[in-house]
């Protein structure tokens, strides 16, 4: 039988994580120590309070039914964390979604909202699942270019009247990823009025949000007056409390952006496991605790691999948060090219700006995802291309 994919199926392309394991398979077959700082996977595990729950509830007979959505417990502790976190006020009911994880929220939100042919603005660089969702719902992405001179925020005023007009969503993600640049309330301001002129839907990724290292407390687009009439925030479990495997996220804002999300996932899934709800509910109600170690601990690799690169000669995006730094290589080399390269060199394991977006190009993403002393190591390492690349 001759077996053919659709041709939706062009729009996923292989990913470049399957590259760069393959090279980094063959240099540790060959002996070489690996440094994996190219997926943002949380490599802290989750704090015991949290395990228990999840422990405990699974030895309950009643729990293995489906759930459809959020539980009440749920939805009540994402409500309660904003409140005490961010000092939003949000309905259980209404303005609260749970999604399995964040990319599942992030890549059906097009096919919600958006008709062929409708504009998605979003980033380059940017995550890449947005893209996937855009394309899935024959939606046009329109990229805008974060660059060095913008602190890398997307320049709004940049946006052509026609596109504006055609737009239907708009997504950002601060502290972003790959490019870590933060939130400032007079960017979200400006967002929310460029929102209401052209009735655009803002849909703001907050994965990170509890990646600050300057201080401040963490920042929720919704805290900016009028937010909540223009978009949601998404929010995920996955990177604040090291609960990626567990695959719980939210949505939370307008109410009718929730109402018309739940419709379409209740009729896509059954639901999350409940005590993974349990759990997840637990972590946020202990989330003062919890993050408080979690940016403890990233702000010292923040700190170490921003010097360490800089040493060597690196352009490091400077940042006060997220989990990645975003810096230049001082090589003549494309981006793709120099990663590999480095696994080849150093075992140290990159991401080439160009997977996030053009505008990547000629950069790298490292994740802040080992420890201090391996990061050290790591820096350690990289200084071989020193000797090989420089010419
Ligand atoms: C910016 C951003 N948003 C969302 C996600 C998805 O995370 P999850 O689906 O685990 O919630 C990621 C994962 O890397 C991410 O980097």
Redesign the pocket.
């Known amino acids: 039988m001759n077996m053919t994919s659709s041709k939706r199926m062009s729009i996923f392309e292989p990913s470049i994580f399957g590259r760069l394991k393959e090279v980094a398979v063959k240099q540790k077959e060959q002996g070489m120590e690996i440094i994996d700082l190219s997926i943002?996977s949380p490599d802290l595990p989750p704090a015991k309070i949290i395990r228990n729950v999840l422990s405990e509830k699974s030895t309950s007979e009643d729990v293995y039914g489906y759930t459809l959505g959020g539980t009440e417990r749920f939805h009540q502790a994402v409500v309660n964390y904003y409140k005490r976190r961010s000092n939003v006020t949000l309905n259980p009911h209404t303005e609260v979604l749970k999604t399995m994880?964040?990319?599942?929220g992030?890549v059906h939100l097009p096919f919600a909202f958006c008709d062929a042919g409708d504009i998605v603005l979003t980033t380059n660089p940017a995550?890449v699942?947005y893209d996937v969702g855009i394309k899935m719902a024959d939606a046009i992405p329109y990229e805008m270019p974060l660059r060095a001179e913008n602190n890398f925020l997307p320049d709004l005023d940049a946006i052509p009247e026609d596109v504006a007009k055609k737009a239907k969503l708009l997504i950002l993600?601060l502290p972003?990823?790959p490019v870590p640049a933060m939130p400032t309330v007079e960017f979200f301001e400006k967002v929310i009025a460029f929102a209401k002129k052209h009735n655009i839907i803002v849909i703001h990724?907050a994965?990170?949000s509890e990646f600050y290292f300057s201080g401040d407390r963490p920042f929720s687009f919704l805290s900016i007056s009028g937010a909540k009439e223009v978009g949601i925030e998404v929010n995920?479990l996955?990177?604040s409390f090291s609960l990626?495997g567990a695959?719980i996220?939210y949505m939370v804002g307008n109410k009718e952006v929730i109402h018309i999300m739940k419709q379409l996932k209740s009729n896509l899934d059954y639901g999350t496991f409940e005590p993974i709800q349990e759990a997840a509910a637990t972590a946020l109600d202990n989330a003062e605790a919890i993050t408080d170690k979690l940016r403890d601990e990233f702000k010292k690799r923040h700190h170490l691999l921003t010097k360490g690169l800089q040493s060597l000669g690196w352009n490091v995006t400077p940042s006060t948060g997220g989990m990645f730094v975003w810096a230049n290589y001082p090589f003549e080399m494309n981006d793709v090219d120099f990663v590999l390269k480095a696994i080849e060199q150093t075992g140290v394991v990159m991401v080439p700006g160009s997977a996030f977006g053009t505008e990547g190009k000629g950069y790298v993403r490292v994740a802040l995802v080992q420890d201090v002393a391996t990061l050290e190591k790591a820096i350690l390492q990289l200084t071989k291309l020193e000797k090989t690349l420089r010419i």
Request: charged letters at 20%; glycine letters at 16%.
């Open positions: 943002g994880g964040s990319q599942e992030l995550y699942a993600n972003g990823n990724d994965a990170y995920s996955s990177k990626a695959r996220a």
